[in-house]
């Protein structure tokens, strides 16, 4: 795996970011048949799809012609068919998260058009709506927050005379053999991510996956190293640079559960 491609925190919070823009999608098409069956919606759908469907069902309920709803069915369809796609490429390219910002921002101002003007009346059924909306935004300005972070960052496949900052290693690290030690590396119980194997990289390359509570003993060279570890959905991550040495070395493994992201930790434990 080249070094660019090394899953980072970054990585990790672009792609949970990435399930807001999914959750959008899938709320917005599945609204479509709700409203006319149900007359209900679902909240963080597009309000632009809303708009269409609830048209069409108008209209329908008016003059009993079929042909309201088959337009308007195929005009919603078409309103989410963007966010798909955003979705579907802002996996490799964070232009088009960006694209889906600005979609959902115009949905979103689409909606406080309607909502403001029944607030001032005293009508709040739209808060919910508005709400989520916002939040939706929020998660969407993070994403592309991220995704220029991930394409911007750079780590650096450590060789035996660079340090992962790019900067030379001093004589006495240089002076290590290329000898071979042990690395032992403990993954923590834990709930978050239970069900998903935690793959590990040295430099770049995959040495072993391990399950929840598993551990894993491993072969290094003595000189600097970097470890990398993550979900095999790259939904979390993290990163250790293990010094030279001839001594065995053990890690632990923690997933860490945050407000944005889950995240792996990565904690030398000294050998007794």
């Known amino acids: 795996m080249h070094p660019n491609n090394l899953p980072s925190q970054n990585d990790s919070k672009y792609n949970n970011m990435?399930?807001?823009?999914?959750?959008?999608?899938?709320?917005?098409?599945?609204?479509?048949?709700?409203?006319?069956?149900?007359?209900?919606?679902?909240?963080?759908?597009?309000?632009?799809?809303?708009?269409?469907?609830?048209?069409?069902?108008?209209?329908?309920?008016?003059?009993?012609?079929?042909?309201?709803?088959?337009?308007?069915?195929?005009?919603?369809?078409?309103?989410?068919?963007?966010?798909?796609?955003?979705?579907?490429?802002?996996?490799?390219?964070?232009?088009?998260?960006?694209?889906?910002?600005?979609?959902?921002?115009?949905?979103?101002?689409?909606?406080?058009?309607?909502?403001?003007?029944?607030?001032?009346?005293?009508?709040?059924?739209?808060?919910?709506?508005?709400?989520?909306?916002?939040?939706?935004?929020?998660?969407?300005?993070?994403?592309?927050?991220y995704g220029f972070a991930k394409k911007n960052e750079q780590l650096v496949l450590v060789q035996p005379n660079i340090q992962p900052d790019g900067s030379a290693l001093s004589q006495e690290t240089e002076s290590y053999p290329e000898t071979l030690r042990e690395l032992t590396i403990v993954r923590k119980k834990s709930f978050m991510g239970c069900a998903i194997p935690i793959v590990c990289m040295i430099d770049g390359k995959e040495v072993c996956r391990i399950k929840n509570g598993g551990s894993a003993v491993v072969t290094i060279p003595s000189r600097i190293v970097l470890l990398n570890a993550s979900f095999s959905n790259n939904l979390a991550a993290g990163m250790l640079t293990i010094p030279a040495g001839e001594d065995k070395f053990t890690c632990q493994l923690s997933v860490k559960t945050g407000l944005v992201a889950n995240t792996i930790e990565i904690t030398p434990i000294a050998n007794t």
């Open 18 to 145: 990435r399930t807001m823009l999914l959750a959008i999608t899938i709320l917005s098409a599945i609204s479509i048949p709700y409203i006319f069956f149900m007359e209900k919606y679902f909240v963080l759908s597009s309000y632009l799809t809303q708009c269409l469907s609830s048209a069409g069902l108008v209209y329908y309920q008016e003059t009993s012609l079929a042909i309201y709803p088959i337009v308007a069915s195929v005009m919603a369809v078409l309103s989410v068919v963007p966010y798909l796609l955003c979705w579907i490429f802002s996996k490799k390219r964070v232009g088009w998260m960006i694209g889906a910002l600005v979609l959902f921002s115009l949905d979103t101002l689409l909606l406080l058009v309607d909502f403001i003007p029944m607030l001032l009346a005293g009508e709040t059924s739209f808060l919910i709506d508005t709400v989520f909306h916002i939040l939706g935004i929020v998660y969407l300005s993070l994403a592309v927050k």
